[in-house]
Nanobody, 125 residues
Framework: QVQLVESGGGLVQAGGSLRLSCVAS????????RGWFRQAPGKEREFVAA????????YYADSVKGRYTISRDKAKNTVYLQMNSLTPEDTAVYYC??????????????????WGQGTQVTVSS
């Protein structure tokens, strides 16, 4: 069973930056898209960003557009999420996800087949 392993979370002050990484446990793991979602206490898991693995086309939630950047390194089978200008509202557990079949929509929870364990991001004011 392939595992997605996130890293890079932590505590940062408002206005700061963090970079999350998500690596697949198997180098040969193929995905059509990778996504980042987040879940704050008492809230539903929400879409943050996604990238189509082959073409590199990216998608962002309006709340992070212009502040976050998703990218991938095919050789390392790793997806990154660079987060800048963080605010306390960005505090959440961030999850990496992989979709193994091509789908037109990559911004909803239900299209993803594999999930990481999550990494905590806390932004202090």
């Amino acid at each position: 069973q392939v595992q997605l392993v996130e890293s890079g979370g932590g505590l940062v002050q408002a206005g700061g930056s963090l970079r999350l990484s998500c690596v697949a446990s198997e180098r040969t793991f193929n995905s059509a898209a990778r996504g980042w979602f987040r879940q704050a206490p008492g809230k539903e898991r929400e879409f943050v960003a996604a990238i189509r693995w082959t073409t590199g086309v990216t998608y962002y939630a309006d709340s992070v557009k212009g502040r976050y950047t998703i990218s991938r390194d095919k050789a390392k089978n790793t997806v990154y999420l660079q987060m800048n200008s963080l605010t306390p509202e960005d505090t959440a557990v961030y999850y990496c996800a992989a979709d193994t079949r091509f789908r037109l929509v990559v911004t909803t929870v239900d299209v993803y087949d594999y999930w990481g364990q999550g990494t905590q991001v806390t932004v202090s004011s």
